[in-house]
């Protein structure tokens, strides 16, 4: 089922204050200069011009930490409790980072931890009314749809128009006073879409096939890489702000009692020194990536190169976020895989 | 399972990490007793005992060749050894003056001569005994120690962060202190504190010292270029708490 609705500037507003009176909603809010998704205490809250949030709006369904197993001396119990919310105002680049992630937590072992609470989430996306300053979602996986959402809001003249995309998203239209759209203003609101996606201050300029194969080859140039991780400080900033990074690292921890406690799940990051460490038994262990360099190269290769296969675009969805977390400044994808490319 | 006989001892510092010791409130420290004996803490308790322990905490740092018998009879005594707070992990804002000469004069005027007042170099403790585990962090997080006793008590081995704040400080979503034009040099610091400082808007100084191969380069730089501070005092920002850690560390 797919909808097309106009609400005037003024009801939205209401719409707002009605959804965030009965329901949970999780929006972009002001944090000083800068934005994070957050649950919204009024619809003054939300401000849908923001750029780009601090952390990606994945940590509603994969908290930075999260409870697994509680256990009592040899008792267990899983940890899965599913809120139901609702996600609003999420830019198209994060929905396809969502939907990669929801591939990778279902593939093989699905991971219900992950799943529960992404099944109990409706997302809605919003148009891009800022443009961060190191964004290159314009050229991005071009080819790769936004999909997995519920409904998507555009800011046009006077209003928004609000497309609904299945029963989660049209359950929303009872909370706001909503009109059919009219071609027109769906046409306005497509162009407003269209038109934002050459505005990015950071482009790539081939494509991501071109890009997956040639930055697969340039695996083996280990002086280049050496060169470009020289300032790295594994500090895997770049991993924990990408909305399309999933790895965990498992802990068990007792409470004071020593009988109960529980194993929880924390975001690990691959560019930092004893992320690829593993145990060769008996106190011994084996650090397969144990070079600054080759985990700078492993999360490039990850990103342009090897889950494309599995995903059918890059695991990169242009947000920037990386480039503005690296106080190095060397994480940014763009400058990595444009010198590759015109190497 | 027995309670595990645990002593504390301590050697240079400012006793900062026994009071946060006392801030774990009464209850959990009642129930900490539940789990081990505590046999010798002079800070709360008068009795001294050459029995063998199960762990010995030390606190503080090794600047007097004087103090190694003490630290050795400790080793010898104690089957786990963990060094807690910064003065014992790493030497700590101690070892600020180990790069300086005139320390004594400075600080003391004119009794620098007087004899109590003699120290050498500020080490870890483990320049001179053997240390299984360190509580990083000036002072210690209380809730480090309990981890790490706890995984103790169970047989397990404790895990110890090896990377930086930035991971934990991203995690919370903080704003980066470059991002508002600050400094920090939580890129090579420790994580395990859970990133507080950033948090509450101040730069970390690394106070649970450094990673294991921290980037100082990179950090010099980056001060330099991002904060704007000078050769000088980008070259000597680490210093507060990580000077043995420096790759100039004397
Ligand atoms: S590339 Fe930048 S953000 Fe990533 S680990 Fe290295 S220094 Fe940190
Ligand atoms: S690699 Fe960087 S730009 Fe790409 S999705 Fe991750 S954080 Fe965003
Ligand atoms: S580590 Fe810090 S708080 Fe602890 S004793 Fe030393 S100076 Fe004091
Ligand atoms: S504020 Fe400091 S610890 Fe936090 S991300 Fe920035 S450099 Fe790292
Ligand atoms: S953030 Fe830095 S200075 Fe603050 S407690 Fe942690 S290591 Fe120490």
Known sequence: MMNAYFITEKDFKNFVSAMVQSLTVIGPVAKRKKFVFAKLESAEDLRLDYDVTLLPPKKEFFP??????????????????PQEKILLGVHFYDIKAIDMTDRLFREKNEDWNYLA???????????????????????????VPPKGHDGFITKINGGYVYETRGDKGEALVKFGSFAKATDAQVKEARAVNENVM??????????????AEKVRKAFSKEAFWEALAEDCF???????????????????NWNLDQVSGARTRYWDACLTEDFAKVSLGGGATENFREERAERFRHRIMRKASYLNEKLGGPACVGCGRCSAACTSDIADPVNVINKIMEA | MAKAKVAFFDFTCCEGCQIEMTNFGDAAFLELLNHVEIVE??????????????IALVEGSFTREAD??????????????????????????NALKNHMTDYKEDVYGKDAGMPHLDSQKALPISAAIKVDYCVYGCPMDKYELLRILSHLLHDKEPVIPNYPVCVECKRNGTICRYQEGDHC?????????????????IPCEACRGFVDKPNEKALKKVLIEKAK??????????????????????
């Open chain 1, 64 to 81: 930075p930490s999260q409870d697994m197993v509680r256990f009592e001396k040899d008792k267990y119990e899983g940890c899965i409790s």
């Open chain 1, 117 to 143: 609470n992404r099944e109990a989430a409706t997302i809605i996306g919003s148009n891009i009314q800022t443009i961060s300053e190191r964004a290159f979602w314009g050229t991005v996986g071009k080819d």
């Open chain 1, 198 to 211: 050459g505005k990015c201050p950071e482009k790539l300029n081939r494509s991501s096939k071109e890009i």
């Open chain 1, 234 to 252: 594994s500090c895997g900033s770049c991993n924990i702000v990408c909305p399309t990074c999933y790895c965990f690292d498992v802990q068990d």
């Open chain 2, 41 to 54: 803490f002079r800070e709360v308790m008068s009795e001294k005992t050459k029995e063998p322990i199960d």
């Open chain 2, 68 to 93: 190694r018998k003490r630290l050795e009879e400790i080793r010898n005594r104690a089957k786990i050894v963990i060094a807690y707070g910064a003065c014992a992990a790493t030497g700590g804002v």
């Open chain 2, 185 to 201: 040099i939580g890129q090579v610091a420790r994580a395990g504190c859970g990133a507080p400082c950033p948090a509450d808007g």
């Open chain 2, 229 to 250: 501070f000078s050769e000088k005092r980008a070259e000597s920002k680490s210093r507060i708490f990580s000077a043995n850690l420096r790759s100039d560390a004397q």
